[in-house]
């Protein structure tokens, strides 16, 4: 068996210093395997986005290991963040879109972090298209619904084809159709290329699609 | 244009697109980009009108080198000098000749009351002393005792009255109770101190101030025998008169030392080379403001593209796109609004306020290196921060 693409061992983390202190992980210990649709639940509050923020190198790890794509994060040099950083993709929790910038060009910046890029406008054309998106491309995020700058935003995170894409309720914005469209997206890219997807959701609708579900509770992850 | 831009950058050109997403404040930042570009260009317009406005009557005299009071700083001021230096000069091998000029300042009432100060040169009308063509063809008129030339450049003053002079109207006024006839104009322009200028011949002169004596006139001036170097026949003079009350300067040697006198000595001059820094300085603040606002803005976005993985010399490069946009469109009107305003201050106080071709590259550099450092300064907050802590 390969190298799994996450795996954690005795996280803890903890918000504000001194009599201010919150811990909210505690000792987590997990491994993802490569190419496996994992489905993160649990109560708000339970330490799901602080986890995925920790795995997604978006926030520094204080005490454990956590090895992503098999890069120790613990102590890791910004450098060696930023690298992983871009073989990640992540969806947030609202879309982040850049208001100046049209559909295309929100997921053009997927791409253009790997450089000049051939034909990136085709790529992001095309990504947008399989979202439903394709005759929308020159649209400002102002002038997009919720759902379809949810998926705008989904497009920005697969294009660079990465090889894990962090999830943070992807699905919130979408209906039912549109959500469970972009969940058989990412596990079809987990079966095609050995794309790994952790996804927090509340959305009980489409954990069928999860290969494994995970939950959390008060910092701790309960079952396996 | 974002085309340009992207095939220029190599990449979106975001910051271009983050300004023209908001017209309203794009055209607000432009407005104060203009607005300290105009502050500094006033402020150089000044300054350069004041070093102008002393060049120009040395640029008057037919001369190669002058002889002045140990103690003047400027033509204006300094004790009278013995004329015997002149015969000293004279006296020196490659010294063609030597003409003495006589200075004083005169306040001439306006039929309102008003006072104009002019700044009052007593020549010998027989000899070439002033270089302007109108005071050529006015010598034989100036030798009549009680005529003199007015600077048709003299603040505060009708232009009918030029026009009527210059019409073969003669226009009589009081000085220092004796009467003097302008019979014709010449041209110099007012500086920052004296209205303007009166011309007359020595012997006008002594009467109206009548302290003054023949044997001291205030400035001698001397013309190099043709082919004679006028540095080495300075050296020279320096030798054959070493008094201690005189200085003897080639022209542009005084014209320096006169300029440096008042833009260093003067209110006037400390004041207006405060002006371009402080000038510079709100133009900093202008800049860093509308900049570190931008980049607050855009903080969640910033944040996003921290996460996919970008660097912190790409979001630089955004804000420095952004400032040279700014330093770029906000310079145009700025200039604009700036040759308008020295054509004005030129009509309203006859100060040779002009644009040298330098000032307005300099101004441009200037305005993009300081937009670039205030983009460089507002974008430190993003450097620091986990991209988790700015959504």
Same mark, same amino acid.
């Given at each position: ?26 000792? /987590? ?8 649709? +994992? ?14 923020? /920790? ?55 997927? /791409? ?14 095309? +990504? ?15 002038? /997009? ?37 972009? +969940? ?41 | ?34 607005? #300290? ?21 040395? #640029?008057?005299?037919?001369a190669d080198i002058l002889v002045q %009071? ?11 000098l013995p004329r015997q230096r002149m015969l000293q000069a004279l006296a020196t091998p490659g010294v063609a000749s030597a003409s003495a ?119 001698v001036l001397l013309r190099a025998a043709p082919g004679e170097d006028p540095a080495a026949l300075t050296a020279r003079l320096r030798e054959r008169i070493a008094a201690?009350?005189v200085a003897v300067r080639t ?28 000038? #510079? ?25 921290? %996460? ?69 300064? #507002? ?8 991209? %988790?802590?700015?959504?």
């Open positions: 068996m390969s190298a799994p693409a996450i795996s954690v061992r005795g996280l803890d983390h903890a918000f504000g210093q001194d009599e201010a202190r919150r811990q909210v992980l505690f000792g /987590l210990d997990l491994d993802i395997a490569a190419g496996e649709l +994992v489905v993160l639940l649990g109560a708000s509050g339970s330490g799901k986005t602080t986890l995925l923020t /920790l795995l997604g190198c978006l926030r520094e790890v204080q005490a454990g290991s956590v090895r992503v794509l098999g890069q120790e994060l613990n102590g890791a040099t910004e450098a060696t963040r930023i690298a992983v950083r871009r073989r990640l993709g992540f969806i947030f929790q609202a879309h982040n879109l850049h208001e100046s910038l049209t559909a295309r060009q929100n997921v053009l910046m997927g /791409l253009e972090v790997h450089g000049r890029v051939l034909r990136a406008a085709e790529a992001a054309a095309h +990504v947008l298209s399989l979202l439903g998106l394709g005759d929308r491309l020159d649209y400002l995020p102002a002038k /997009l619904s919720g759902g379809q700058k949810q998926r705008v935003a989904v497009a920005r995170a697969l294009v660079g084809n990465p090889d894990i894409v962090f999830a943070d309720e992807p699905t919130a914005a979408l209906d039912r159709d549109s959500g469970r469209v972009v +969940v058989e997206l990412l596990r079809g890219l987990g079966r095609a290329r050995g794309t790994t997807t952790l996804m927090v959701t509340h959305d009980t609708r489409i954990l069928e699609l999860a290969d494994r579900i995970l939950r959390m509770e008060d910092g701790r992850i309960l079952a396996g | 244009m974002t085309q340009v831009l992207a095939r220029l950058l190599g990449r979106l050109p975001i910051g271009w697109l983050q300004l023209t997403h908001n017209r309203g404040r794009l055209v607000s930042a432009l407005a104060g980009v203009a607005f #300290a570009n105009v502050l500094v260009f006033m402020q150089l317009g000044f300054l350069g009108a004041l070093i102008e406005s002393i060049r120009l009557p040395y #640029a008057m005299m037919e %009071a140990a103690d003047a700083n400027t033509l204006q001021d300094g004790s009278p000029v006589y200075y004083g300042r005169l306040d001439w009432k306006q039929p309102d009351g008003t006072i104009r100060t002019l700044d009052v040169l007593g020549i010998d009308p027989r000899e070439r002393v002033l270089r302007a063509p109108e005071v050529e063809a006015a010598r034989e008129a100036l030798m009549i005792s009680g005529t003199a030339l007015i600077d048709r450049g003299t603040r505060n003053v009708p232009p009918a009255l030029f026009d009527g002079i210059e019409a073969g109207m003669p226009y009589t006024i009081e000085a220092n109770n004796r009467r003097v006839t302008i019979v014709d104009t010449f041209r110099v322009g007012g500086g920052f101190g004296a209205d303007g200028y009166l011309l007359v011949s020595d012997q006008t002169f002594l009467k109206i101030f009548r302290s003054r004596q023949a044997g001291a006139p205030n400035l201690p009350d022209v542009p040697e005084a014209v320096a030392r006169d300029q440096r006198f008042q833009t260093t000595q003067r209110p006037v001059g400390v004041v207006f080379g405060f002006g371009i820094v402080i000038g #510079a300085l709100v133009g900093i603040i202008i800049v860093y403001q509308i900049l570190a606002t931008d980049v607050a803005d855009h903080l969640r976005e910033y944040a996003t593209f921290k %996460a996919i993985g970008y660097r912190q010399g790409f979001f630089l490069g955004i804000v420095l796109e952004e400032a040279v946009i700014l330093g770029l469109l906000g310079f145009l009107p700025g200039l604009m609004a700036t040759l308008g305003l020295y054509a004005l201050v030129t009509q309203a106080t006859g100060l040779p306020l002009a644009m040298p071709l330098l000032r307005p590259l300099t101004v441009l550099a200037g305005t993009i290196a300081l937009c670039a450092l205030s983009g460089a300064v #507002a974008t430190r907050r993003l450097a620091r921060a986990d991209p %988790a802590e700015l959504f």
